[in-house]
T-cell receptor, first 109, second 113 residues
Framework: DAKTTQPPSMDCAEGRAANLPCNHS???????VYWYRQIHSQGPQYIIH???NNETNEMASLIITEDRKSSTLILPHATLRDTAVYYC??????????FGAGTILRVKS | SQTIHQWPATLVQPVGSPLSLECTVE??????LYWYRQAAGRGLQLLFY??????ISSEVPQNLSASRPQDRQFILSSKKLLLSDSGFYLC????????????FGEGSWLTVV
């Protein structure tokens, strides 16, 4: 069973920030938070991961709450190509990640 | 750079027939290897996990088996396919322990008819 909870779908206007939430209230102290996305019929693409601190890379930012029970993935300027299913997962050292149903993000012009 | 190859990309098989999906990773040594399955409209289910040659962990009881005959080769098999085995199968790899990322192949679509 997935250990994370995400909204089934979200809409975002093109050019605006997309904020995707994830609840992982049972996360353990050494588990990382990972985000992936999947465009239809392709393998999931790694986006970002973090342990305690907020993280940023060229694709997105990851905000983890202080109690680590939830996180938010931020796509700062969403484009139509960001339309995909976004998965949040937790795991030790990146191994054996379990993925739930994810959030379908629809970016609209 | 590391690459992962998975084949065949699509497969249509009759019920009761055998299955063999292959996956190889290039550009790295001693990777952790994974097989995931995704049913239509569903999330990713971890099927098998391997940390080394001949070391396979099965995550869910099922009609499938996995083998790792070489360091960078991972094979998913079945002796007799069921209709419920249809889905999108993904091979993935990671290296090491701390905070390392899992990278996925492009997947194989299996339709059992």
């Amino acid at each position: 069973d997935a250990k994370t909870t995400q909204p089934p779908s979200m809409d975002c206007a093109e050019g605006r920030a997309a904020n995707l939430p994830c609840n992982h209230s049972t996360i353990s102290g050494n588990e990382y938070v990972y985000w992936y996305r999947q465009i239809h019929s392709q393998g999931p693409q790694y986006i970002i991961h973090g342990l305690k601190n907020n993280e940023t890379n060229e694709m997105a930012s990851l905000i983890i709450t202080e109690d680590r029970k939830s996180s938010t993935l931020i796509l700062p300027h969403a484009t139509l190509r960001d339309t995909a299913v976004y998965y949040c997962s937790t795991g030790y050292y990146g191994n054996k990640l379990v993925f739930g149903a994810g959030t379908i993000l629809r970016v609209k012009s | 750079s590391q690459t992962i190859h998975q084949w065949p990309a699509t497969l249509v098989q009759p019920v009761g027939s055998p299955l063999s999906l292959e996956c190889t990773v290039e550009g790295t040594s001693n990777p952790n290897l994974y097989w995931y399955r995704q049913a239509a409209g569903r999330g990713l289910q971890l099927l098998f996990y391997s940390v080394g040659i001949g070391q396979i962990s099965s995550e869910v009881p099922q009609n499938l088996s996995a083998s790792r005959p070489q360091d960078r080769q991972f094979i998913l098999s079945s002796k007799k396919l069921l209709l419920s085995d249809s889905g999108f199968y993904l091979c993935a790899w990671s290296v090491g322990r701390t905070g390392n990322t899992i990278y996925f192949g492009e997947g194989s679509w299996l339709t059992v008819v």
